[in-house]
């Protein structure tokens, strides 16, 4: 039977650690550690984006990773700078309806996180209730607004061929429609906006109940129907004096699909603090949505918001876990391939050292053939050169306290043995006839 040299422990552990070390390196290549640093998209100074923005700073801060913020001209201006890859933005706060996977196949999302209501607010008698009515009217819109909105006004028949459409931003398009300059002024906002406040506990103002809501929400799978309860802005006073039923938007939060996924496991935390309370529309826990009709949400995010922290999460902070999972990842790899090394290694030892015996086997058989013919004296030397050759031939092949180099060198020696015998019976022959 074959025996084997036993390995020493110090060679053993040196194995081990080249073997780490090579698949330490492996995973800073292919998973390199994530950045300390990320930027985000956010909008003007003072807007609601910016509040979330400065939230999820301080959450990320306690992960040590640093979220500088971008400030934007608004939505619109963030989503051309999370699709360029040269802007150094990596998160954009963004109104649903702006684009979509099929516009934007760079991007993913990390679901959505809050309501963005579509406030109507108007002067006068009429009573307006359908989006058909605005037809005619003087409608003050900021930018981003007017994008989402254009496409469910056209369906209404609502398009700046019958209708003027200035496209101010907010404080401009208020004061317009303070003015009397405009009939009707549109916003994306959040209820808790100063704005929003000052208009709905203004008498002159109107608020738009859309009558049409649920059925726009069928169609346009970014919105959403909303009801602004009766007497919920002032009890007291009763505002409103009814419930209204409001289109709303739902705003996104988009990264690239290249993000670090260890990026996108914190961003989901940060998110899950900032936008998981109980609000005048939500309950808590709603958001961040697991689900975004107009982009898939990262695996990552999904995990989180699903499973919550994982089991080292819970109980390390994130940047030991962080080191923990990568030296898991490590181990797992040193297991996956010093198991099957150890386990096939002597199998293919075992191989090689036969099928170098067995070659010189066949050399050894190709002399033992040739005895069994008429020789010459100069055949016989001949043939005890390549005798010697495969002698010296086995003389280094590995493992040579085996059985089967015992085997090889007992018939080398009988060979051996022959061919003297008959060089010297090749010798007498030469000498008799001479």
Not at 3 to 28: D, K, M, Q, T
Not at 59 to 71: A, K, Q, V
Request: glycine share 4%; net charge positive.
């Amino acid at each position: 039977m074959l025996g084997f040299n036993r390995w020493h422990p110090f060679e053993v552990l040196a194995v081990i650690l080249c073997i780490a070390g090579i698949s330490w390196l492996a995973l800073a290549y292919f998973i390199p550690a994530r950045p300390s640093t990320i930027a985000i998209a956010m909008s003007f100074k003072g807007s609601s984006y910016e509040r979330f923005a400065l939230g999820y700073r301080e959450t990320l801060s306690r992960s040590h990773l640093t979220l500088n913020l971008h400030p934007t001209d608004g939505p619109l201006d963030n989503l051309r700078l999370i699709k360029d890859q040269s802007s150094g933005v990596d998160v954009a706060l963004l109104f649903g309806g702006l684009t979509n996977s099929e516009q934007s196949p760079g991007l993913i999302s990390l679901g959505r996180i809050a309501f963005a209501p579509i406030w109507i607010f108007y002067r006068g008698t009429e009573t307006l209730e359908r989006l058909t009515q605005l037809k005619g009217k003087r409608i003050a819109v900021p930018a981003a607004t007017r994008v989402v909105l254009e496409q469910i006004l056209a369906a209404h028949g609502v398009n700046s061929d019958n209708t003027t459409m200035s496209p101010l931003a907010s404080p401009a398009a208020a004061k317009a429609f303070k003015d009397g300059e405009v009939d009707v002024f549109v916003l994306i906002i959040e209820l808790n906006a100063p704005l929003v406040q000052a208009l709905l506990r203004d008498p002159t103002v109107r608020l738009m109940s859309v009558t049409q809501a649920e059925a726009l929400a069928r169609v346009y799978p970014f919105l959403t129907r909303l009801v602004l309860p009766q007497g919920v802005i002032d009890f007291e006073r009763n505002i409103p004096t009814n419930d209204v039923s409001l289109i709303a938007d739902t705003q996104a939060v988009l990264v690239r699909k290249n993000l670090h996924p260890e990026l996108i496991y914190l961003l989901a935390q940060a998110l899950s603090e900032e936008h998981g309370r109980a609000g005048i529309f939500q309950r808590a826990g709603d958001f961040p949505t697991v689900t975004d009709p107009e982009f898939p949400v990262a695996q990552d995010a999904l995990d989180f918001y699903k499973n919550g922290p994982s089991f080292l999460d819970r109980y390390l902070p994130f940047w030991m876990t962080s080191y923990a999972k990568r030296t898991i990842a490590v181990l797992l790899t040193v297991i996956a391939i010093v198991l099957p090394v150890f386990s096939y290694a002597p199998k293919l030892y075992l191989w090689f050292v036969r099928d170098k015996m067995s070659k010189l086997y066949r050399r050894l058989r190709i002399v033992d053939k040739a005895l069994l013919t008429e020789l010459t004296a100069a055949g016989v030397q001949s043939l005890q050169t390549d005798l010697d050759n495969i002698d010296r031939a086995a003389s280094i092949v590995p493992m040579r306290n085996s059985d089967l180099f015992f085997d090889l060198r007992t018939h080398i020696d009988r060979t051996r043995a022959h061919l003297a015998a008959r060089l010297i019976e090749a010798r007498s022959q030469t000498a008799r006839v001479a």
